[in-house]
């Protein structure tokens, strides 16, 4: 089990259920959750001042978001809806649709990772949103059930579990968790709004090699620093 140490802090808002999670040029992008609440927004990661908002009307109920060329892509919970919206207007492009529920949202250079909530990740065509393969995450023979947020990091997916303060390092090959990073104690329990305060973000910039985790309604992005097992 590889620990962390934290390199440094940034502003989060408690008003956030965070559902999406990245950064590129020196933007936070954040897709929120709840019927009602939910957005996907461009932040300062330095002042956490949004930029850019979008929200998402009822009864839809934002999740995983994703950048794509210009474009930042954003599913929701259960309305089978994928939005497209241009990244630096924020405008509407255009929609996919899908079976299942959707949860998180990464990608390669090639392709989109998504998680549903169960073990299994698919791997999507970013021009049609179309599954083109999927793999089930097992620790030892055993499945991973309740991916969550998802970022790709050194060839490597990395995934929240729902209700875990535990990132998985899994294998895009064959879903194999090749290490887990335990976060525990991170944020103190006294900082947390209720019980579904929970660890659910991890962003990469792969320009300077940083990660950044946070979860919903919490105070504060941290940047991480993966210590490995002795």
């Not at 109920?61 to 241009?86: A, K, L």
């Not at 529920?101 to 390669?108: F, P, Q, V």
């Not at 393969?133 to 050194?154: F, M, P, S, T």
């Not at 335990?182 to 991890?202: A, F, H, M, Y």
């Amino acid at each position: 089990m590889d620990g962390y140490t934290v390199v440094a802090k940034y502003p989060h808002s408690t008003a956030s259920y965070t559902e999406g999670f990245f950064y590129l040029d020196g933007l936070f992008y954040e897709g929120t959750g709840m019927v009602g609440r939910s957005a996907v927004m461009a932040i300062d990661s330095v002042t956490g001042k949004v930029r850019q908002r979008h929200d998402l009307a009822a009864p839809y109920f934002g999740e995983g978001i994703v950048d794509w060329g210009p474009n930042v892509y954003e599913w929701t919970w259960q309305s089978h809806v994928c939005f497209v919206y241009d990244r630096f207007s924020m405008r509407l492009i255009k929609q996919f649709s899908y079976t299942g529920e959707g949860w998180g949202m990464t990608r390669t250079a090639k392709e989109l990772i998504t998680s549903d909530g169960t073990a299994t990740l698919r791997f999507r065509d970013p021009n049609t949103f179309a599954e083109t393969r999927n793999i089930v995450v097992k620790d030892d023979g055993k499945a991973i059930e309740q991916l969550n947020e998802l970022e790709y990091i050194h060839g490597e997916i990395y995934a929240n579990v729902w209700h875990m303060d535990r990132i998985a390092r899994i294998s895009p090959k064959d879903g194999h968790v090749i290490a887990w990073i335990d976060l525990t104690g991170l944020l103190p329990d006294d900082q947390k709004i209720d019980r579904e305060s929970v660890l659910n973000g991890i962003a990469y910039d792969a320009q300077r090699d940083r990660i950044f985790v946070t979860g919903k309604q919490w105070p504060t992005i941290f940047e991480i620093k993966v210590v490995p097992r002795q």
